[in-house]
């Protein structure tokens, strides 16, 4: 059981990167959303939402929540399709933008809903379990985050601490170059 549990390590590493830079995403474009919305006019669009979600009960909520990501999703098939007919920066141009706005629009609406939605005993507990995963997700990468920052900071003394303290000393003198 140990040595199966060391063979999927990585693997749950990697999840956890990916689950932390979803999160990392969410927690980054939600101000941006906030700036955007109060560029646009925008701030009159979320006012109104939010006073038609009171009104609604919190199962039509979760419908308000899920329906605007729906339309991103031909996006990232055409993405998708990009990438298979080998147009690399348009595809992942796309897949990016898809990603970025999908990720956006889900943090507005999230931020209007999340009252009514938490409102459901069930989402609520969806809610805290991904509250959860999260903090184990930092404590798994947390280690890994802090040897880099060893490494960087010249604390490490084995081959990959060297490349990263090169790659340190490379980026700061193309910095100080300009």
Known sequence: MGHMRRLLQPVWILLAIIFLIEAWL????????????????????????????????????????????????????????????????????TIIFAKFLGVGVAAFIFDVTRPKLLEMEWFETLYEFVLALRAKADALVDPIKRRIKEALNGAGDGWSSRMLRLIQRFRKSVHEAR
Do not use: C, N
Not at 31 to 48: C, E, F, N
Not at 71 to 85: A, D, I
């Open 26 to 93: 969410w927690d980054h474009l939600e101000p941006i959303v906030a700036r955007a919305v109060a560029l646009i006019p925008l701030r009159p669009l979320k006012q109104w939402l939010a006073e038609r979600v009171d009104s609604l009960s919190p199962a039509m909520t979760l419908i308000v929540f899920i329906v605007p990501v729906i339309p991103l999703f031909p996006l990232k098939l055409v993405g998708l399709w990009l990438l298979t007919h080998e147009y690399w920066m348009s595809a992942i141009l």
